[in-house]
């Protein structure tokens, strides 16, 4: 089933405002064939002392996007609790612009897996990560007053 504009728009708004996504600039692209595409840029502060984007950053990254596909995939009624999350990476990664791409593995009724990678502008692979989570209710998404 196709995703609806307004439920991209209202889970990428909540995102944006809270956490972590105040300081990653990830946006939506698309989902086709069960595969979601996100890109993202990351600030000046996630570079490590080397000038490469800190391993942790991109495993945030990773983190929220994957999760992102699982909540856009259950119209916004659920999130993964991460219990398990591997990255493995592939290269070091400038300051520079990334795509990410997330596949839901297995949706069950309490648990899903879920594949991501990181890919440069010429689809080099710098990261990639295998993420299992425990489904809990959003209650609808109502945003609670920070």
């Known amino acids: 089933m196709p995703l609806s504009e307004n439920l991209i728009n209202t889970i990428m708004n909540f995102y944006s405002k809270?956490?972590?996504g105040t300081f990653f600039s990830i946006s939506f692209e698309r989902e086709q064939e069960g595969k979601f595409y996100f890109s993202v840029e990351f600030p000046e502060q996630s570079l490590?002392?080397?000038?490469?984007?800190?391993?942790?950053?991109?495993?945030?990254?990773?983190?929220?996007?994957?999760?992102?596909s699982v909540i856009m995939t259950c119209?916004?009624?659920?999130?993964?609790?991460?219990?398990?999350?591997?990255?493995?990476?592939?290269?070091?990664?400038?300051?520079?612009?990334?795509?990410?791409?997330?596949q839901i593995i297995k949706?069950?009724?309490?648990?899903?897996?879920?594949?991501?990678?990181?890919?440069?502008?010429d689809?080099?692979?710098v990261?990639?990560?295998?993420?299992?989570?425990i489904l809990f209710d959003t209650y609808g998404l109502k945003p609670q007053k920070i």
């Open 75 to 102: 119209e916004g009624r659920k999130f993964p609790n991460t219990i398990d999350f591997h990255t493995t990476f592939h290269r070091p990664l400038d300051l520079e612009p990334v795509k990410v791409e997330s």
């Open 48 to 68: 490590n002392p080397s000038g490469k984007i800190q391993g942790g950053m991109i495993t945030s990254v990773l983190d929220d996007c994957t999760a992102l």
């Open 127 to 133: 990261a990639s990560c295998l993420h299992t989570g």
């Open 107 to 121: 949706l069950g009724k309490n648990v899903v897996s879920i594949e991501g990678k990181m890919l440069k502008r």
């Open 18 to 20: 809270r956490g972590v």
């Open 123 to 125: 689809n080099s692979l």
